[in-house]
């Protein structure tokens, strides 16, 4: 069984930078896609990037040109690097990876089988 562990939430003002981590431990394999969903309060959960195992990457169109996917498979982390940042960012991050099957529509909630716990991020005006 895969665990998912994110880390490096927190409050930032608006412009600022933030950097998420996300771990995966356990029976990792092969994981395909390892993305980034985010839900703010009183929203659906939303896709935010996404990237293959060879480092192929995909953006929200919200986030595209501010954030960066990147993935570190020797040491089975992904990452989630956060600039410009504005107070609409501000939500739960959660970190997921599809570990049983590979699913090409990257961007959806239920082609994705292991979920982190999630970590805020908070962004002032």
């Known amino acids: 069984q895969v665990q998912l562990v994110e880390s490096g939430g927190g409050w930032v003002q608006a412009g600022g930078s933030q950097r998420l981590s996300c771990a995966a431990s356990g029976r990792t394999g092969n994981k395909y896609f390892m993305g980034w969903f985010r839900q703010a309060p009183g929203k659906e959960c939303e896709f935010v990037a996404a990237v293959t195992r060879l480092g192929t990457t995909y953006y929200a169109d919200s986030v595209k040109g501010r954030f960066t996917i990147s993935r570190d498979n020797a040491a089975n982390k992904v990452y989630l690097q956060m600039n410009s940042l504005k107070p609409a960012d501000t939500a739960v991050y959660c970190c997921?990876?599809?570990?049983?099957?590979?699913?090409?529509?990257?961007?959806?909630?239920?082609?994705?089988?292991?979920w982190g716990q999630g970590t805020q991020v908070t962004v002032s005006s």
């Open positions: 997921a990876a599809q570990v049983k099957n590979y699913y090409s529509d990257y961007d959806r909630t239920a082609k994705y089988d292991t």
